[in-house]
């Protein structure tokens, strides 16, 4: 059952927020990262997961921390930082010696991987290609590989 | 009035909906969750098996748990089984073994130890409906044991099995073992109307979008309902049996989807709602000749609860270490069990009593892989290249397999079910209130079992070695709130599983068994299904109940 308190989509600001954190948690050295698979189209998806309601308040922490931390430093959103100050940043969230810290963090990584790996039909892992960057490929409605 | 009223329709209430109206009688099941189709039964990790689809959510329909030695009851889904039409056989793997025929006398074999007792008939008076279980549902594998002996071979040879299948067979021939084919109820070319299995990666807690698994509703539901005799009503939650003036179970009332109360009458009740909910509608049931609920005159009804007690080995295997066994072929078979350890040795635990390892390949679950590798050992949250080096290492160079048992979940007086106090379903009824206590034997031969499966991984040139989870409580096998027996002191049901106290009611799931075996329980619990069928089929013929 939805909680009708909490909004059903995620601000735009967020969105980009979470496009541009999700780049460097999946940046694609070795093939494609979260940006070429689109992780942040599986938004919608999780927002609706009952799963996803326990995480999405330290999910939503940590774009806000992200953002503010960016805004503090360079003066400019998070998602315009660069990739080194954006990989700065996340660290700088990963050391932040508080557990809700630590939850936000793992939330931001958990949102991440469930958008690169989970089916294509919610809008993330575009094409398969975080299944594919792994040597996988899921039917769907059963089906061999 | 029907002639029968199968309330569940799972493991129990399938063979029994299929072979009464074959006979042709009329035959009403109900059940209280919905019907899927096979398209609704999606391989998807993020959707296709969240809570309220097989299982009802807590926040609607909640058990309640007490663990001895602690105050605080908690709200939990223990003791569901699959709230569906097919039952929990819906989102079984269909592991189909066969019970040792001394788990049919466990207090013979073992003398008294704790609430353990023998079944009221033996395993060759079942072995005849084991057969028909597993021609009826269709189960592929080979051989067996020499000691299960089976008077009809399976239907169907086994599935195609992974190229490491031949590895395990070695490695456990030099340790003197003896593996054999995992029977399964997965159809391993075309039978019963439905296809062969796609060999996808998704199997146990899912759906089978092919109809190659043999669910209660594939298999027996479908075909029962062909007959015209066999009407399965879902969504409807069935509150209270009724009895009459002379004592005899006359029907159910339920509540409909719309939230109607409507009535049913029927010359026969039969109860499968699985052991914790089954135990539950009969202690509702209650009537001035039944104060304590229905057929309940022993106080057993809910008493002797067992559900698996289960533990878990595992080995990573690197392609570079491996590159004659084909480790990255994508067969989800393994297909191999050993029996070997189904008793114990002296000196492992006061209970000398095992279970079956079975040897499986780790399903890819890649979002759920994921998550985990993404902790580092050390507590550290992996992102960036690093993270990305760690999923294709694990994903591209190597695999994973388990070895499983479920070992009997030992009876005791601290485990059972009765109504809650306080907490109610959402029809306002009492929910179950679960009280647990796992017996130290759980851990004992847990540990033992977990590590005698390491050393068949360690004879196979594992990589690395991982020890998993001892004696944990299991979830999806329940057994044992009405026991079978001969003494009606000590029994709820006889050896027929009618109700010691009510003629024409009947309970067929997991709560007739006295014992819980050392393996999965449903082929057992479709077996026994066939026979009550056959016995009731009987009485209706000699004009029992017209």
């Known amino acids: 059952m939805r909680d009708d308190a909490a909004p059903l989509a995620l601000s735009e600001e967020r969105v980009r927020t979470f496009a541009a954190a999700a780049d460097r948690i999946l940046p694609g050295q070795h093939g494609p990262g979260a940006a070429e698979a689109h992780v942040v189209g599986c938004l919608p998806t999780l927002l609706e997961l009952p799963v996803f309601a326990v995480l999405r308040p330290h999910f939503e922490s940590a774009l806000d921390l992200l953002q503010s931390m960016a805004r503090e430093l360079h003066q400019q959103d998070f998602a315009r930082c660069s990739a080194s100050q954006r990989d700065a940043l996340l660290l700088r969230l990963q050391g932040i010696p508080h557990p809700a810290a630590r939850r936000a963090l793992g939330a931001l990584v958990k949102a991440t991987l469930m958008g690169y790996l989970g089916d294509p039909v919610h809008g993330g892992n575009r094409a398969g290609l975080g299944w594919k960057s792994l040597g996988l490929w899921i039917e769907r409605h059963g089906g061999a590989r | ?546």
């Open chain 2, 1 to 546: 009035m029907r002639d029968v009223v199968i309330i569940g329709s799972g493991a129990g209430g399938g063979p029994l909906a299929l072979e009464l109206s074959r006979r042709g009688l009329d035959v009403l099941v109900l059940e209280k969750g919905p019907r899927y189709e096979r398209q609704d039964y999606v391989h998807d990790e993020l959707t296709g098996r969240q809570p309220g689809v097989f299982v009802p959510k807590v926040s609607e329909d909640p058990h309640v748990l007490v663990r001895a030695g602690t105050a605080a009851p908690e709200l939990t889904t223990l003791g569901w089984i699959g709230s569906c039409v097919g039952g929990g056989t819906v989102r079984m793997g269909g592991y189909f073994y066969r019970f040792h025929p001394d788990d049919f006398r466990m207090r013979g074999r073992f003398g008294p130890f704790e609430g353990l007792e023998d079944w009221p008939y033996s395993y060759e008076e079942l072995e005849p409906y084991y057969c028909r279980a597993e021609w009826e549902v269709g189960v592929s594998g080979h051989g067996g044991p020499e000691d299960v002996p089976r008077s009809r071979p399976l239907p169907m040879p086994p599935v195609d099995c992974h190229p490491l299948a031949g590895a395990v067979d070695a490695a456990c021939q030099r340790l003197g073992l003896r593996t054999y084919s995992t029977p399964r109820a997965v159809n391993s070319r075309p039978y019963g109307g439905r296809p062969a299995c796609s060999y996808c990666r998704f199997c146990g807690e899912y759906g089978c979008p092919t109809g190659a698994r043999g669910s209660s509703q594939e298999s027996l539901l479908a075909r029962a309902e062909a007959t015209g005799r066999c009407e399965v009503r879902a969504r409807v939650m069935v509150k209270q049996i009724l009895v009459g003036l002379g004592g005899l179970a006359t029907g159910c009332v339920y509540v409909d989807a719309e939230g109607r109360e409507q009535e049913v009458h029927a010359r026969v009740v039969c109860v499968s709602c699985s052991a914790v909910e089954s135990a539950r509608l009969l202690l509702l049931s209650k009537s001035g000749r039944f104060p304590d609920g229905l057929a309940n005159g022993s106080g057993l009804v809910g008493r002797h609860l067992q559900f698996h007690s289960g533990s878990v080995a595992r080995a990573r295997f690197l392609v570079k270490d491996h590159p004659d066994k084909e480790l990255l072929n994508p067969n989800p078979y393994l297909g191999r069990s050993l029996m070997d350890d189904y008793f114990l040795p002296p000196g492992v635990s006061p209970l000398a009593k095992g279970g079956i390892l079975r040897f499986g390949i780790s399903a890819p679950e890649p979002v759920a892989t994921a998550l985990r590798l993404a902790t580092h050992a050390s507590g550290q949250l992996l992102w960036g290249a690093p993270l990305e080096k760690q999923l294709r290492e694990h994903f591209r160079e190597g695999l994973e397999l388990h070895a499983e048992v479920f070992q009997d979940f030992i009876p005791n007086a601290r485990t059972y079910v009765e109504l809650d106090p306080e907490v109610k379903d959402r029809w306002g009824l009492p929910s179950a209130r679960i009280h647990l206590h796992e017996h130290e034997h759980h851990r004992l031969a847990g540990k033992w079992l977990m590590e005698r499966g390491l050393a068949v991984f360690e004879a196979m040139g594992a990589n690395e070695l991982k020890p998993g989870g001892i004696g944990y409580t299991t979830r999806v096998h329940a057994h044992g709130t009405c026991r079978a027996g001969n003494d009606p002191r000590t029994s709820v049901l006889n050896a027929w599983c009618q109700a010691h106290e009510v003629p024409n009611l009947f309970v067929v799931d997991g709560s007739f068994m006295p014992t819980s075996g050392g393996a999965a329980p449903t082929l057992t619990i479709l077996a026994n299904s066939f026979r009550t069928a056959d016995h009731i089929a009987a009485r209706f013929r000699a004009g029992e109940w017209h």
